[in-house]
């Protein structure tokens, strides 16, 4: 006789192959990217306190993308690539502003990103929600892992959707009591620290061209 299966009150719930699924956000999230990129700057600028309010500034991002895409946004923005364009240039140009800004910066500067942790919670919210290739990734991630015989709509959806932003809390905590570790010693260097703000703004006017380019 088979042992009790340890997924089985997430199969009920219509997910299949739930360690598969917690892996590969596990992997998602360990990528780097703009999402990375906003959290350990945050945490840079605005201690512990920028840091967390920027976690919960990309999980608040990740979910209104993954809602959107279980509403089937991804599919208008297919069937009217100009609208989906016109977002994507959105989310390059801000990315790119933020970039040239940090790039600009000098010693003594006021912070690009505001010491205010609603601030930090803002900036890591639009730089998710900007990001249109997001939406059409939830639409062809979610269908991977949902068993056609179980599914139970929107409580499917549902706990796939807490289960990301428990990875993602969780994530973001270790990378802001990393960088904060980091930090408190770069504080020290203003030099070295405004030399790591630069690199950081290239990376953001990167990662901008990188989303214009994309198609």
């Known amino acids: 006789m088979l042992g009790p299966d340890p997924t089985g009150a997430l199969t009920m719930f219509g997910i299949a192959d739930y360690p598969a699924f917690v892996v590969a956000i596990i992997v998602f999230l360990l990528i780097p990217g703009p999402g990375n990129l906003a959290l350990i700057t945050s945490t840079g600028k605005g201690g512990v306190r920028g840091g967390v309010a920027a976690t919960f500034g990309l999980i608040a991002g990740d979910?209104?993308?993954?809602?959107?895409?279980v509403a089937g946004v991804a599919a208008l923005l297919s069937a009217y690539p100009p609208a989906f364009h016109a977002v994507q240039w959105l989310g390059a140009a801000y990315l790119a502003w933020l970039g040239l800004r940090m790039i600009r910066a000098k010693p003594g500067?006021?912070?690009?990103?505001?010491?205010?942790?609603?601030?930090?919670?803002?900036?890591?919210?639009?730089?998710?929600?900007?990001?249109?290739?997001?939406?059409?990734?939830?639409?062809?991630?979610?269908?991977?892992?949902?068993?056609?015989?179980?599914?139970?709509?929107?409580?499917?959806?549902?706990?796939?959707?807490?289960?990301?932003?428990?990875?993602?809390?969780t994530y973001g905590l270790i990378v802001v009591a990393l960088t904060h570790f980091l930090a408190e010693r770069l504080r020290a260097a203003p030099a070295v620290a405004n030399g790591f703000q630069k690199i950081a703004g290239v990376f953001l006017v990167g990662f901008g061209i990188k989303l214009a380019l994309s198609r």
């Open 109 to 169: 500067d006021a912070p690009v990103l505001n010491i205010q942790p609603r601030q930090y919670f803002k900036q890591a919210f639009i730089i998710t929600l900007l990001n249109p290739k997001a939406i059409v990734f939830y639409m062809a991630f979610f269908p991977l892992f949902v068993d056609p015989a179980r599914h139970q709509g929107v409580l499917t959806f549902g706990v796939m959707a807490a289960t990301i932003a428990a990875l993602t809390l």
């Open 63 to 69: 979910q209104v993308l993954m809602w959107l895409a």
